[in-house]
């Protein structure tokens, strides 16, 4: 992690330094209805490469393209694919990325050498506004170490990434707390790269039946695939709902759905005691971040119910235990 500190700015101030910022090759954190991302000029290898570095992120893991309008996207890679334009008429602003073929204006190091890109129009209007004022489009992934948790507010960032950023615009907590649908609908059936914000149900109301491609370890056909990601440093593990507690003396954490568990457990987060699916995607990474934070040996995490947005929050937590190793 880079020592120092970024500066912090308000989101809803003059946006005229980050989009300077911006332009010039610097990174800025910014915050999008989804997660913060960490923006660099996507029409800038050399911005871009400081993504990488400040995430210590690999080079094969691609990043996504920010617009500021729907609209800017034709102007961006030419001919839209007409279940593509579709999907972004409907979703867009939103928690929706789409996958384009890159377009020679974009460096290959944003996609990771794949000659397809991932793209999508944020619904924040601080976010657009900062891309609009820039003039660029802005490579973001979200502004976390890579694997770690992702940052749903500015301090998150600060802690995480420290002076490795150079702003960071300060928009108070993000609305869906978890990342965006990827989808690619270039061919005759929509595929489901990545579990997100936008519920697949949603998707399917819209577009008919879609195919949901689960994630991988080697190279990534989309960002945040990976079988191992969205970490806390705690190692994490799931279990099943109304499992007795292990009483062997390790301090731990539980990750609860709607009702606290019984038993002597060190620190202890609901998600949502109404049972609200929305709600507990949206402070997913937030008490993990307070779980993370609480000197525990190991977070103990609990499933949500497996339908809408459920979906991608135990996707989210797969991916942070598929490193776990018992506590010990």
């Known amino acids: 992690m880079s020592t120092g500190s970024p500066r912090v700015l308000p989101a809803e101030g003059d946006l005229t330094e980050a989009a300077s910022v911006l332009r010039t090759g610097g990174l800025v954190a910014f915050p999008t209805e989804t997660v913060?991302?960490?923006?660099?000029?996507?029409?800038?290898?050399?911005?871009?490469?400081?993504?990488?570095?400040?995430?210590?992120?690999?080079?094969?893991?691609?990043?996504?393209?920010?617009?500021?309008?729907?609209?800017?996207?034709?102007?961006?890679?030419?001919?839209?694919?007409?279940?593509?334009?579709?999907?972004?008429?409907?979703?867009?602003?939103?928690?929706?990325?789409?996958?384009?073929?890159?377009?020679?204006?974009?460096?290959?190091?944003?996609?990771?050498?794949?000659?397809?890109?991932?793209?999508?129009?944020?619904?924040?209007?601080?976010?657009?506004?900062?891309?609009?004022?820039?003039?660029?489009?802005?490579?973001?992934?979200?502004?976390?170490?890579?694997?770690?948790?992702?940052?749903?507010?500015?301090?998150?960032?600060?802690?995480?990434?420290?002076?490795?950023?150079?702003?960071?615009?300060?928009?108070?907590?993000?609305?869906?707390?978890?990342?965006?649908?990827?989808?690619?609908?270039?061919?005759?059936?929509?595929?489901?790269?990545?579990?997100g914000a936008l519920p697949v149900e949603e998707v399917e109301r819209f577009t008919g039946p879609v195919t949901v491609r689960q994630g991988s370890s080697g190279q990534p056909v989309a960002p945040g695939t990976l079988a191992a990601h969205y970490a806390p440093r705690t190692p994490l593990r799931l279990r099943d709902v109304g499992a007795p507690p292990v009483e062997d003396g390790v301090r731990r954490g539980y990750l609860a759905f709607r009702d606290r568990p019984a038993g002597g457990w060190a620190a202890v987060e609901v998600l949502s005691t109404a049972g609200d699916l929305t709600e507990a995607a949206a402070r997913l990474f937030e008490a993990l971040h307070r779980l993370d934070a609480a000197g525990v040996t190991e977070i103990v995490a609990e499933p949500v119910p497996e339908r809408g947005v459920g979906r991608a929050v135990n996707d989210r937590l797969r991916r942070a235990a598929a490193t776990w190793h018992p506590a010990g």
């Open 36 to 195: 913060y991302g960490l923006g660099a000029n996507a029409l800038d290898a050399r911005a871009a490469a400081r993504i990488f570095e400040a995430k210590a992120r690999p080079s094969f893991d691609p990043l996504i393209t920010h617009l500021a309008d729907a609209a800017d996207l034709e102007a961006l890679v030419g001919v839209v694919p007409a279940g593509v334009a579709a999907l972004a008429e409907r979703f867009w602003p939103g928690p929706l990325t789409l996958i384009v073929d890159r377009p020679e204006a974009i460096p290959p190091i944003v996609t990771s050498g794949l000659a397809t890109m991932a793209v999508r129009v944020p619904d924040n209007e601080y976010a657009r506004q900062l891309i609009a004022t820039a003039g660029v489009p802005v490579a973001a992934p979200s502004a976390n170490r890579f694997g770690q948790l992702s940052p749903t507010r500015a301090e998150h960032v600060v802690r995480g990434l420290g002076g490795a950023v150079d702003v960071v615009l300060d928009g108070g907590p993000t609305r869906c707390g978890i990342e965006s649908t990827i989808v690619d609908a270039r061919g005759d059936r929509p595929v489901v790269l990545r579990l």
